[in-house]
């Protein structure tokens, strides 16, 4: 049986998987990153592919899949820039297959993830689908008439960069101010609670230290009828509800899938924002495009990035990669 090894590299930790034709996750192996200096990222990297890799018969390894954040040159693995790690034309591809015997494909982490939950998650069967993570940052991907689409270098799907606020948004890290990701990722939700505090004066949000919140906390609140939590909530909902319109006025995708960590809130969250994207959906027929919670949830980027390796690039098989 072909197997093949799927990274998905992120700001705090790697993880490497060993991935079979089906979608299967069969091993996997998770090593902390602690310095984002490049040296010390492919130590974390080498020393997570290669306990995937000690699970299983070498020979059934077809190639290695990595996701990165950041705008990636495909042929060469080039990281042309990644904010997550400040990095700027880091030679990411060259120096992982100066390591390893097997061949070596490098995508950006969320093309990746969107081409796992396509092939193997809710996009399955569908041909217009679009993929959202919520997490740290915003993600995503789009599948147009069955292709991945890249764009001319490689930038399409960057959904948490355009801007819906700004005017009084927040400021983004990309240094815009009012970018969907500042507004509706999980950070943005921290930062509308935060907003808000001096409002709330007596909310039992605000006995915790600042560095201790999180989103699934915020949510939380909200969802017990928490006063300042609730707030925040319709805040980033209306947010998250701007920024699906958008997408499906510039996309008309089937489906929208939600993953990311902000996901977890399940129904809660679909049922907040569907009917205020309905609301905003105007020039595309309402009802059109289900917006639905992701499957694959944090396997999406390890089983695409496997994906891309099976295939020799990242595509869904339909079209040219």
Partial sequence: MRRAIGVDLGGSHVMAAVVEEDGTIKHRHEVDIVDHQLDAVLKAMRKAITGALDQVEDASIVGIGVGSPGNIDAKTGTIRYSPNFHWTNVPLGERLRAMFDHPVYIANDA????????????????????????????????????TLLLGNAMGAGEFGHH?????????????????????????????????????????????????????????????????????????????????????????????????GGVSSAGDFLV?????????????????????????????AGAVGAATMAFRGGLTTGAGAP
């Fill in 111 to 146: 093309r990746c993830a969107t081409l796992g939950e396509y092939t193997y998650g809710v996009g399955k069967g569908t041909r217009n689908f679009v993929l959202l993570t919520l997490g740290t940052g915003i993600g995503g991907g789009i599948i147009s008439e069955g």
């Fill in 271 to 299: 049922g907040a924002v569907v009917p205020k994207v309905e609301e905003r959906t105007t020039m595309v027929p309402r009802g059109t495009t289900r917006i639905v919670i992701a499957s694959l949830i944090n396997d």
């Fill in 163 to 259: 801007t819906i606020r700004p005017v009084d948004g927040f400021v983004c890290g990309c240094g815009k101010i009012g970018c969907f990701e500042a507004q509706a990722s999980g950070t943005g939700l921290m930062r509308h609670a935060l907003a808000l505090a001096p409002s709330f004066p007596r909310s039992t949000l605000l006995d915790l230290p600042r560095e201790k919140w999180g989103s699934k906390m915020i949510r939380k609140a909200a969802a017990a009828g928490d006063g300042h939590g609730l707030a925040a909530w319709n805040r980033w909902i209306d947010d998250l509800a701007i920024g699906l319109s958008n997408i499906i006025a510039f996309v008309n995708p089937e489906v929208i899938a939600l993953g």
